[in-house]
């Protein structure tokens, strides 16, 4: 255990430093802290941590005393370095000059960056040593940040002729030539390490202006730098000047500050310190080089006036000279600028049609919610409407029912007329033929009932026929007192304003009820002949009847009245019978158009009239049912059929 007073050695980052213990702290009994005088410059240090010291008969003080050391040193060093440094440095300058001799590697390496240490190193070169007093090896050498070259590695190699292995780390001007040193049969040295270490292959560059005459370059001071390349790519301006395979351009976009970095193509960054924005580049058979600084310009500028004349000169020089035109350079620009007019008559195209887009997806918008809106009225009136058709339809106000469903059939008309025919059978629908029409048809009906001509002439109406209409028919004025007039259109005495209303009444019938009304969806209808009545006056009428009560095809009725002078004595209404006695009544006014079901569903009859009362009767037939009633009513039906009938006659007439 070392005592108060016995040497030691003090072990900082695999380095010693001769020390004495000057005195021990204990705490419990245990030593807790050592007092330590370094035996350099005397200084003093509490150590807590005992493997820090190295305690015993080995370490012995080295016999050289810093003042000697520093005494040498100190006249290399600036005073920054002087106050801050070399406290820390001596212990490692004492202890490596002892034995620079005995060196077997060096490392010379970049920390810390901004010391420039290659006085120290020369010095430490330089330094008479003793051979007994060193170590047989330093592995490191820690002052570092050394701005190496070519030179200064012979110099180390030449001084340490024990040095095995050198390593150079971020010594950025080191070149090829110093292989042929590894070779030297003299030296020892084995190995010489580049740790991202730029090795360039000239010492010095020779510009040769074109005076002739040869400048001189040292690799210090311009370094080829890739990014050279990239800066002078990127610049807007740039100004050139060439002599003799020497390109300059005067770079002023790029505004480098004194402490701007610039990788360079080994990956080491370079500090450049250029406090203008004119950033020189040259470029030397077609490698970009800048100048690290502006000293190392200036000294390059020096050497050779007429460059600096150059850079005095930059803007002026910024013009290029204008070259020949070249005819295919014109024809390019030319489709260049008729290419970029189109790009840009393109642009404002698409700009105006996303405008007009946007425009119209707003109107659109605005349309389909006015839209919306009218929808839900309609529906809303829809409902309304055919609430109260039902309820009336249920027989409590026939009047009212009357207005209401030809309110409906003016307001809603086809689909809404398929939808009144549904709920109550039948359907009255005003104007069918507007005025004028219906006043022909009328004059042409009436002129037809006064005169008739080409075997159009009114009969007396028939009753029963049957189910196919074939059976026993006959007259009945009682049952019914119109006369009659069958017309199927190619009649060739037929007027012709009774085929164009056969047509419209077709058109209503077939196409648009038909169209859209359920039951008659489902059934082929065709239409049969037009039946053109006449009740002549004094009370004739038709009693309470259904136009298909047995089968026999019919399926609606539509009646076209044509009175156009009606008044409310006339009588010849048409009643519809409904549920519970209740009776729907319907003037027979001109173009006034009455549709029904033929069947069972509306029995109906026809008020005694006082006066002549014209209509224009068609019956649309179920075809599959009127053909069966055709085909397979057979003669046992037709016997039965006929004594029903005569039993009716009978009946009527008693
Ligand atoms: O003319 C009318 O109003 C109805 C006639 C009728 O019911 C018929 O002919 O079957
Ligand atoms: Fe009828």
Same mark, same amino acid.
């Given at each position: 255990?070392?005592?108060?007073?016995?040497?030691?050695?003090?072990?900082?980052?695999d380095?010693?430093?001769?020390?004495?213990?000057?005195?021990?702290?204990?705490?419990?009994?245990?030593?807790?802290?050592?007092?330590?005088?370094?035996?350099?410059?005397?200084?003093?240090?509490?150590?807590?941590?005992?493997?820090?010291?190295?305690?015993?008969?080995?370490?012995?003080?080295?016999?050289?005393?810093?003042?000697?050391?520093?005494?040498?040193?100190?006249?290399?060093?600036?005073?920054?370095?002087?106050?801050?440094?070399?406290?820390?440095?001596?212990?490692?300058?004492?202890?490596?000059?002892?034995?620079?001799?005995?060196?077997?590697?060096?490392?010379?390496?970049?920390?810390?960056?901004?010391?420039?240490?290659?006085?120290?190193?020369?010095?430490?070169?330089?330094?008479? *040593?003793?051979? $007994?007093?060193?170590?047989?090896? &330093?592995? +490191?050498?820690?002052?570092?940040?050394?701005?190496?070259? %070519?030179? @200064?590695?012979?110099?180390?190699?030449?001084?340490?002729?024990?040095?095995?292995?050198?390593?150079?780390?971020?010594?950025?001007?080191?070149?090829?030539?110093?292989?042929?040193?590894?070779?030297?049969?003299?030296?020892?040295?084995?190995?010489?390490?580049?740790?991202?270490?730029?090795?360039?292959?000239?010492?010095?560059?020779?510009?040769?202006?074109?005076?002739?005459?040869?400048?001189e370059?040292?690799?210090?001071?311009?370094?080829?730098?890739?990014?050279?390349?990239?800066?002078?790519?990127?610049?807007?301006?740039?100004?050139?000047? *060439?002599?003799? $395979?020497?390109?300059?351009?005067? &770079?002023? +976009?790029?505004?480098?500050?004194?402490?701007?970095?610039? %990788?360079? @193509?080994?990956?080491?960054?370079?500090?450049?310190?250029?406090?203008?924005?004119?950033?020189?580049?040259?470029?030397?058979?077609?490698?970009?080089?800048?100048?690290?600084?502006?000293?190392?310009?200036?000294?390059?500028l020096?050497?050779?006036?007429?460059?600096?004349?150059?850079?005095a000169?930059?803007?002026?020089?910024?013009?290029?000279?204008?070259?020949?035109?070249?005819?295919?350079d014109?024809?390019?620009?030319?489709?260049?600028?008729?290419?970029?007019?189109?790009?840009?008559?393109?642009?404002?195209?698409?700009?105006?049609?996303?405008?007009?887009?946007?425009?119209a997806?707003?109107?659109?918008?605005?349309?389909?919610?006015?839209?919306?809106?009218?929808?839900?009225?309609?529906?809303?009136?829809?409902?309304?409407?055919?609430?109260?058709?039902?309820?009336?339809?249920?027989?409590?106000?026939?009047a009212?029912?009357?207005?209401?469903?030809?309110?409906?059939?003016?307001?809603?008309?086809?689909?809404?007329?398929?939808?009144?025919?549904?709920?109550?059978?039948?359907?009255?629908?005003?104007?069918?033929?507007?005025?004028?029409?219906?006043?022909?048809?009328?004059?042409?009906?009436?002129?037809?009932?006064?005169?008739?001509?080409?075997?159009?002439?009114?009969?007396?109406?028939?009753?029963?026929?049957?189910?196919?209409?074939?059976?026993?028919?006959y007259?009945?004025?009682?049952?019914?007192?119109?006369?009659?007039l069958?017309?199927?259109?190619?009649?060739?005495?037929?007027?012709?304003?009774?085929?164009?209303?056969?047509?419209?009444?077709?058109r209503?019938?077939?196409?648009?009820?038909?169209?859209?009304?359920?039951?008659?969806?489902?059934?082929?209808?065709?239409?049969?002949r037009?039946?053109?009545?006449?009740?002549?006056?004094q009370?004739?009428?038709?009693?309470?009847?259904?136009?298909?009560?047995?089968?026999?095809?019919r399926?609606?009725?539509?009646?076209?009245?044509?009175n156009?002078?009606?008044?409310?004595?006339?009588?010849?209404?048409?009643?519809?019978?409904?549920?519970?006695?209740?009776?729907?009544?319907?003037?027979?006014?001109?173009?006034?158009?009455?549709?029904?079901?033929?069947?069972?569903?509306?029995?109906?009859?026809?008020?005694?009239?006082?006066?002549?009362?014209?209509?224009?009767?068609?019956?649309?037939?179920?075809?599959?049912?009127?053909?069966?009633?055709?085909?397979?009513?057979?003669?046992?039906?037709?016997?039965?059929?006929?004594?029903?009938?005569?039993?009716?006659?009978?009946?009527?007439?008693?």
């Amino acid at each position: 255990m070392a005592a108060v007073g016995s040497t030691a050695m003090r072990v900082l980052d695999d380095m010693f430093f001769p020390c004495t213990i000057e005195s021990i702290s204990y705490a419990d009994g245990v030593a807790v802290a050592w007092t330590i005088r370094y035996m350099d410059d005397g200084t003093i240090e509490c150590i807590t941590d005992l493997d820090e010291l190295v305690l015993g008969k080995d370490a012995a003080p080295p016999c050289v005393s810093l003042p000697l050391v520093f005494d040498q040193v100190a006249p290399f060093l600036t005073p920054w370095e002087h106050a801050t440094v070399i406290r820390n440095l001596s212990k490692d300058l004492r202890a490596l000059a002892m034995q620079a001799h005995r060196w077997l590697t060096l490392v010379v390496g970049p920390e810390p960056p901004d010391i420039r240490l290659d006085r120290y190193l020369h010095w430490l070169l330089h330094l008479p *040593t003793d051979a $007994g007093l060193v170590k047989t090896s &330093v592995t +490191t050498l820690k002052a570092t940040g050394l701005h190496v070259t %070519d030179r @200064d590695v012979g110099y180390i190699i030449r001084q340490c002729p024990r040095l095995l292995h050198l390593g150079l780390a971020y010594c950025p001007l080191v070149s090829y030539q110093i292989f042929p040193l590894l070779q030297f049969p003299a030296l020892q040295l084995g190995s010489l390490d580049l740790y991202m270490t730029r090795v360039v292959h000239w010492e010095m560059l020779l510009l040769k202006a074109a005076t002739g005459d040869i400048v001189e370059v040292y690799p210090s001071g311009l370094v080829p730098f890739r990014v050279a390349a990239d800066i002078l790519a990127a610049a807007t301006h740039a100004s050139h000047a *060439t002599m003799t $395979g020497i390109e300059v351009c005067f &770079v002023d +976009t790029i505004q480098l500050d004194a402490t701007a970095y610039v %990788d360079d @193509d080994w990956g080491a960054k370079h500090a450049f310190s250029w406090s203008r924005a004119i950033l020189p580049v040259v470029r030397i058979s077609g490698e970009t080089f800048v100048f690290r600084s502006e000293d190392d310009m200036t000294r390059w500028l020096t050497e050779k006036p007429q460059w600096a004349a150059l850079l005095a000169t930059p803007r002026a020089l910024r013009q290029r000279p204008e070259k020949a035109k070249d005819p295919l350079d014109e024809q390019a620009k030319l489709v260049f600028a008729s290419l970029q007019e189109w790009k840009e008559s393109l642009e404002s195209q698409v700009n105006a049609l996303t405008v007009a887009f946007m425009q119209a997806q707003e109107e659109h918008r605005a349309a389909k919610d006015a839209y919306d809106t009218v929808e839900r009225q309609r529906v809303a009136v829809e409902q309304q409407a055919n609430r109260a058709v039902l309820a009336l339809s249920m027989g409590r106000d026939s009047a009212i029912e009357l207005v209401i469903t030809t309110f409906i059939g003016a307001l809603l008309w086809h689909r809404d007329m398929g939808r009144a025919l549904q709920l109550q059978h039948f359907v009255v629908w005003d104007g069918l033929l507007g005025h004028t029409m219906a006043m022909q048809l009328y004059d042409a009906v009436v002129r037809l009932h006064q005169v008739p001509g080409d075997g159009l002439a009114f009969e007396r109406g028939a009753l029963a026929g049957g189910k196919t209409g074939r059976n026993l028919r006959y007259e009945m004025s009682s049952v019914r007192g119109d006369d009659v007039l069958w017309l199927d259109g190619t009649e060739s005495s037929c007027p012709p304003v009774i085929v164009a209303t056969m047509r419209q009444i077709d058109r209503l019938v077939l196409e648009r009820l038909g169209a859209v009304q359920a039951e008659l969806q489902r059934t082929s209808l065709t239409r049969q002949r037009a039946m053109v009545t006449c009740y002549p006056g004094q009370g004739a009428s038709y009693i309470k009847h259904c136009d298909n009560p047995n089968g026999n095809g019919r399926k609606i009725t539509a009646i076209l009245y044509l009175n156009p002078h009606w008044t409310d004595t006339d009588g010849g209404e048409l009643m519809i019978h409904r549920r519970e006695s209740a009776l729907v009544t319907i003037e027979p006014v001109l173009d006034r158009l009455v549709l029904f079901f033929s069947d069972a569903r509306v029995p109906h009859q026809v008020a005694p009239t006082a006066v002549k009362r014209f209509a224009l009767t068609v019956w649309y037939m179920d075809w599959d049912e009127y053909m069966a009633a055709q085909l397979f009513t057979d003669e046992c039906t037709h016997t039965a059929e006929r004594a029903k009938i005569e039993s009716e006659i009978r009946k009527f007439e008693s």
